[in-house]
């Protein structure tokens, strides 16, 4: 009697006689933000984590975790393909918030308002800069062509555009999207004011920056704007915009973090892209030579392209995979880097097809990198994929500090994996295979993949989305 006594008075009281929705086992819970590595056992009531402990929790529910590691849900800043199909694939890649932040979207309610309540992972967007020009200069929006894109906006115009993405904000936009690669007109003035626009919101500015090859202004220009708003900059994929002197970028980044810009950047572990072959990007595509054709991918098909194909497809637009354009080096530098966040890049899926980054990113990174490279441990790689990408948005976002987290009131955002078998198949020719080594996926306490099995209509996904004001 006394020994229950004590034991009673030990136990926190919410755990003594509670039953809970579902307890998740004996897993090896991993959490980022408190360092706790340690076999406890997960107690979830309705869409918060109601407990983590060492000692016996009862469940409706209970979810076998032993041998896997229980961590929070892999947060993914930089995700295209914004439609269940791909929220499926991600499900299977431990992926519990997909976020379209790069190029963004032209009207936030109506994204927000087609995904609500029918939807298996947190879902947000930004309020896109590039679509935005569009409508200014044009009346309507095109996507990433257009010769509008390439012109220097006037000044009528661009009050438009402030007006277009200071409505975006007002509709709760995650952040702002900057496909700067994809409108060569964009001037340093214009990035300086849409940036100091972001900041009086607390909106991050998300960049894909221009491309350069020799020197480093596409991002000194970006820094520049965020220097003198005080705009937080966050810079996608480095990889593919550093390409193998992305670690001189990210000596560069540093430096400005230390000089008291809020920068951030993030990489995909492959060392081949994938974009619109309508876009900007290769107005110059008729220079390239015959052997460099055949090295693209058009993603429908899967076909290798031919000088004939290219500009047949480029009239049509489309997705394709581009050749490798940087050492496997490069990658697993950036990869292991303490700087980087992952983020997938994931792409439409067409047709069945897509950059296999689509399905593998984070599995490969578990796999690959961590396991079987040793580039990074296990521990640095989830904060990438949780914690550290929680953090950018929680200036803007308050309910992004309930995720990323394996703790008491936190969001029961959960992935289950086996550290020794998680790994991508997806590849390049055969791009649409799901993950190995993911047993259990919940979002917002609903369970979503369970014993590696898809869960048909989970609808746990809830907006990421900042304050309406109107």
Same mark, same amino acid.
């Given at each position: 009697?006394?020994?229950?006594? =004590? ?21 090896? &819970? ?19 984590? +109601? ?18 590691? =229980? ?15 791909? !929220?499926?694939?991600? =499900? ?12 963004? &979207?032209?009207? &936030? ?21 590039? !679509? ?33 993405? %200071? ?45 350069? %090859? ?7 220009? &970006? ?21 193998d002197r992305a670690p001189q970028y990210l000596d560069r980044i540093r430096q400005a973090q230390l000089d008291g810009i809020d920068v951030t950047t993030e990489c995909y ?43 047949? !497809? ?11 354009? !940087? ?19 994931? @792409?439409?899926?067409?047709?069945? %097809? ?10 490969? =990174? ?6 079987? @490279? ?15 990408? +929680? ?7 308050? +309910? @992004? ?37 993911? %047993? ?31």
């Open positions: 009697m006394l020994r229950l006594l =004590v034991l009673l008075l030990v136990l926190p009281p919410a755990i003594v006689g509670q039953t809970y929705d579902i307890v998740i086992q004996n897993g090896r &819970v991993i959490d980022p933000d408190s360092g706790l590595d340690e076999v406890r056992n997960v107690a979830i009531q309705g869409d918060k984590i +109601a407990a983590v402990t060492s000692r016996p929790v009862t469940g409706r529910k209970t979810l076998d975790a032993r041998g896997h590691v =229980v961590a929070p849900g892999f947060i993914d800043l930089h995700q295209h393909g914004q439609s269940p199909t791909n !929220y499926r694939a991600q =499900v299977h890649d431990g992926v519990t918030t997909a976020l379209e932040l790069e190029i963004g &979207v032209e009207n &936030v309610s109506a994204w927000y308002d087609e995904r609500t309540a029918r939807t298996p992972v947190n879902y947000g967007a930004s309020i896109s800069h590039p !679509y935005s020009r569009q409508i200014a200069m044009t009346g309507s929006n095109p996507g990433l062509e257009g010769e509008a894109l390439t012109e220097e906006i006037n000044p009528q115009q661009f009050e438009k555009l402030k007006a277009q993405i %200071r409505q975006g904000l007002e509709q709760g936009a995650a952040a702002v999207g900057f496909g700067i690669a994809y409108t060569p007109g964009a001037t340093q003035s214009e990035l300086n004011e849409l940036f100091q626009l972001a900041a009086e919101f607390n909106a991050s500015c998300h960049v894909h920056m221009r491309t350069s %090859r020799t020197d480093f202004t596409n991002l000194d220009e &970006v820094l520049e704007a965020a220097g003198v708003s005080g705009a937080s900059l966050h810079i996608v994929h480095i990889n593919s915009s550093g390409r572990p492959y060392n081949r892209g994938s974009t619109l072959i309508q876009s900007h990007l290769f107005d110059d595509w008729e220079s390239y030579p015959e052997s460099e054709f055949s090295q693209f991918i058009w993603v429908e098909t899967g076909e290798a392209l031919t000088r004939e194909t290219f500009g047949k !497809y480029r009239k049509t637009g489309g997705t394709l995979i581009q050749p490798a354009s !940087y050492k496997e080096e490069t990658v697993e530098t950036l990869v292991g880097h303490p700087m980087t966040i992952i983020a997938s890049d994931g @792409m439409w899926i067409d047709n069945g %097809r897509a950059h296999p980054r689509t399905w593998g990113t984070f599995s490969r =990174v578990l796999g690959r990198y961590v396991r079987e @490279m040793q580039a990074l441990t296990i521990h640095e790689a989830l904060a990438k994929m949780t914690i550290r990408p +929680a953090r950018r948005l929680e200036a803007r976002i308050p +309910a @992004m500090r309930q995720k990323g987290r394996i703790r008491s009131g936190a969001d029961a955002d959960i992935v289950v994996f086996d550290p020794e078998t998680v790994i991508d198949v997806a590849t390049f020719s055969d791009p649409a295979r799901n993950s190995k080594g993911f %047993r259990h996926v919940l979002v917002n306490g609903v369970v979503t993949l369970e014993d590696g099995n898809f869960v048909e209509n989970a609808a746990g996904g809830r907006p990421i989305r900042a304050e309406v004001t109107r």
